[in-house]
């Protein structure tokens, strides 16, 4: 329960940075980001979803969902574009 009222918390002050003027009101968007992700991890974890630890090299964040790989032809046969 504390990380929901804490994403509440980030989700509020999103919403009041977004309310002030230029260029303060920029910041509003890593704020909602940042209850956005929290949220998605905690609803992955409360679901049972797998989170694992990301590595420290990318933009700072500490966790990641396992992702599945996109298919690379449709079930009605046509194709996805890219030759992965």
Excluded: N
Aim: proline share 6%; aromatic share 8%; charged share 15%.
């Amino acid at each position: 329960m504390k990380s929901l009222a804490f994403i509440r918390l980030l989700h509020r002050q999103g919403v009041e940075q977004s309310l002030l003027p230029e260029p303060l009101s920029f910041t509003s968007v890593l704020t909602f980001h940042d209850a956005v992700e929290l949220f998605l991890i905690v609803t992955a974890e409360h679901v049972g979803a797998v989170v694992k630890d990301r590595a420290r090299s990318s933009a700072g964040s500490s966790r990641a969902f396992t992702r599945t790989p996109l298919p690379t032809a449709w079930p009605c046969g046509g194709s996805t574009g890219s030759s992965a």
